[in-house]
Nanobody, 112 residues
Framework: VQFVESGGGLVQPGGSLRLSCAAS????????MSWYRQAPGKERELVAG????????NYSGSVKGRFTISRDNAKKLVYLQMNSLKPEDTAIYYC??????WGQGTQVTVSS
């Protein structure tokens, strides 16, 4: 199992970023996928999840209405569109299928 996250960076408050995650080593379409994040000094937390077919999503209360998770099963990709970013969104973001090793994540920094 391998996850390669990308798309992070430095953005001003109110800005947007789109994260991507390339998955390999398992049958991607058979698994729900999730995005997690870990801020400095804090526990890793679940941000968003999407079902195998992409027909249902769920979000943490802190990002609901601002973030959108989606997936492309043909390309084995999962995305996280992040809008109206806040400084408290600063963290390393990871995608995960629920088993196997975590990827290295992608750093998102929201700062003016």
């Amino acid at each position: 199992v391998q996850f390669v996250e990308s798309g992070g960076g430095l953005v001003q408050p109110g800005g947007s970023l789109r994260l991507s995650c390339a998955a390999s080593g398992f049958t991607f379409s058979n698994y729900a996928m999730s995005w997690y994040r870990q801020a400095p000094g804090k526990e890793r937390e679940l941000v968003a999840g999407i079902t195998r077919a992409g027909d249902s999503t769920n979000y943490s209360g802190s990002v609901k209405g601002r973030f959108t998770i989606s997936r492309d099963n043909a390309k084995k990709l999962v995305y996280l569109q992040m809008n109206s970013l806040k400084p408290e969104d600063t963290a390393i973001y990871y995608c995960y299928c629920g088993w196997g090793s975590w990827g290295q994540g992608t750093q998102v920094t929201v700062s003016s």
